[in-house]
């Protein structure tokens, strides 16, 4: 007699959630690697690579959120604009 093992295939909804939380976790990486990099040059490859895992985040969380998966609640407008100017000044790096 020969056993087979069966294993749980992931669907859609828990690949797209895998993939969001695993984004998650390389914008923070990258995030860290840039803010504590001493090379100007190497920070800024790392800030590179932060917007392009930053825009594949984007592009999961739009299309979990499009099929219902991931449903956020929509900020009432003058939240918005507060919390806009409060960080409107920005960090005065350069």
Known sequence: MTMTQSQPIMGDKDAVT??????????STYNTFASECVSEPLRNDFLSILKDEH????????????????????AP???I??????????CGCQ
Request: net charge positive; hydrophobic share 30%; glycine share 10%.
């Open 18 to 27: 895998d993939g969001i939380a695993s984004q998650k976790h390389a914008t």
């Open 55 to 74: 825009c594949i985040q984007s592009e999961l969380f739009n299309d979990a959120n499009s099929r219902g998966w991931y449903p956020v609640k929509q």
């Open 77 to 79: 407008g003058n939240e």
């Open 81 to 90: 604009t507060m919390v806009r100017d409060k960080f409107k000044s920005g």
